[in-house]
């Protein structure tokens, strides 16, 4: 497999203009490819994780890249403490670096309308994916029973592809640390409002499924504004 072109590639490495060339070429090929093939997941998946190593070996040689990657390498993580920082985003790719302290969980989250990658630079987590079955009343308010679909354990090198069509709900927890992990989230469709889901207990008649609360994004962040 080879690099996509980068032909429009400016000067200016303050401004990004390197890295968005690269990051829009990497979505470029993705929006193509998942238009043009109708492959099953699991070859869909093997190829768009080429293409994640192809894009590191690209993002590895921008200054922007080593700069950010240097910072967050320098921070010390408090215990239960995860934190995103942002690289570089474009119309139609976001990307950033996601590190997260020893035993530490980012809540159950879904990505509507995008095709999410992950690569795993140092440390190691366990992603598990849920998916939603049905809306449910538990201790007295309204509930998503989320049922589970996989269990992934990543170590350093590893990398997973999170299919648009394939509507997941993943949470992350982090076991080995620090854990520092590039994410690329590409949109393919219309995007629609993200959702968390917060665990409200084990569901009594599904094994391994889980109760859970679900709330939309913008609630979410309008709450947590109230105690800014």
């Not at 990497?26 to 093997?46: G, H, I, K, W």
């Amino acid at each position: 497999m080879e690099a996509w072109s980068n032909s429009n590639i400016g000067a200016t490495e303050g401004h990004l203009t390197r890295t968005h060339s690269i990051l829009e070429g990497y979505a470029q090929n993705v929006q193509d490819y998942l238009s043009q093939t109708a492959s099953p997941p699991d070859e869909r998946c093997q190829y768009l994780n080429e293409l994640i190593y192809l894009l590191m070996e690209q993002l590895a040689d921008t200054a922007i890249y080593r700069h950010t990657l240097k910072q967050i390498r320098g921070q010390i993580l408090g215990p239960s403490r995860w934190y995103r920082s942002e690289l570089a985003t474009t119309q139609t790719v976001d990307t950033g670096f996601i590190q997260l302290a020893r035993d530490t969980t980012i809540p159950f989250h879904d990505h509507p309308g995008t095709l999410g990658a992950l690569l795993i630079l140092e440390g190691s987590i366990e992603v598990r994916t849920y998916e939603e079955s049905q809306d449910v009343t538990t201790l007295g308010k309204q509930a998503t029973r989320l049922k589970p679909v996989d269990f992934m354990r990543l170590g350093t090198g590893d990398s997973a592809i999170l299919l648009p069509d394939q509507a997941g709900i993943y949470g992350i927890r982090c076991i080995e640390s620090p854990c520092i992990a590039l994410e690329f989230q590409v949109r393919v469709d219309e995007p629609s409002e993200r959702s968390w889901y917060f665990p409200l207990g084990a569901s009594s008649n599904n094994t391994g499924s889980i109760m859970a609360a679900k709330v939309p994004e913008n609630l979410l962040r309008s709450t947590l504004a109230i105690w800014d």
